[in-house]
């Protein structure tokens, strides 16, 4: 079946733009993760959806970031007013029981 | 706020030798996750640990976990070339909220 999908798989963006990154979770599949992984870096957790419950945002950096997943399925994460430090790869998983599921992620570079 | 470390952060082996990982964790928790990153990829899950003293193998890898001492270890043994690439564990932060939490990763190279 489809794994999780992410669109666009690159984005170059100049400093100050917004972007968009999007994610398509596994069917059927509730629980949903943003992570951002800087150049050899570990994941950074940023943002958590399960079900209907209000999403744990312990993890996002700054107010210039937030996502929202509709219908509890596809996710967005906005990155406001972009700065250089927020260039990484934006990964997002879903999971239905104890295996996350990773997309292949969105490069972004802030110039 | 749950920590989780790892160590060591970089790896470098001869093939054929063994070696282990180790994946320390701050708080109470009974699930842990072993993935695998090859260089420009995602995350390719490998193990998941469910329950103190659960051991899993496959191939030339084996987990185990002992969640009294807030312990894992993911063993190599007899090393290959395929087996470079970046090694995470990661931890639930309420059991069975599947709010995970990452080490910094183990960077393996395997070297001839």
């Known amino acids: 079946g489809a794994g999780v999908s992410q669109s666009p798989s690159n984005k170059v963006t100049e400093k100050g733009k917004d972007v968009e990154l999007r994610c398509d979770p596994i069917?059927?599949?509730?629980?949903l993760y943003w992570y951002r992984q800087s150049l050899g870096q570990g994941l950074e957790f940023l943002i958590y959806?399960?079900?209907?419950?209000?999403?744990?945002k312990s993890g996002l950096p700054s107010d210039r970031f937030s996502a929202e997943r509709t219908g509890g399925s596809v996710s967005t994460l906005t990155i406001q007013r972009t700065q250089q430090e927020d260039s990484a790869v934006y990964l997002c998983?879903?999971?239905?029981?104890?295996?996350?599921?990773f997309g292949p992620g969105t490069r972004l570079t802030v110039l | 706020e749950l920590k989780v470390e790892q160590n060591p952060l970089f790896l470098s082996m001869q093939e054929g030798k063994n070696y282990t990982i180790y994946c320390n964790y701050s708080?109470?928790?009974?699930?842990l996750y072993w993935y695998r990153q090859d260089p420009g990829k995602s995350l390719e899950s490998l193990f998941v640990?469910?329950?103190?003293?659960a051991v899993k193998q496959e191939g030339r890898l084996m987990a185990s976990l002992d969640t009294k001492a807030r312990l894992s270890t993911l063993h190599i043994t007899a090393a290959v070339h395929d087996l470079s690439a970046t090694y995470f564990c990661?931890?639930?932060?309420?059991?069975?909220?599947?709010?995970?939490?990452f080490g910094a990763g183990t960077r393996l190279t395997v070297k001839p």
């Open positions: 998983a879903s999971s239905s029981l104890d295996t996350q599921y």
């Open positions: 069917s059927g599949h509730t629980a």
């Open positions: 959806f399960q079900g209907n419950s209000a999403p744990d």
């Open positions: 708080t109470t928790s009974d699930r």
């Open positions: 640990l469910l329950s103190n003293g």
């Open positions: 990661a931890v639930d932060t309420v059991q069975g909220d599947n709010d995970m939490r």
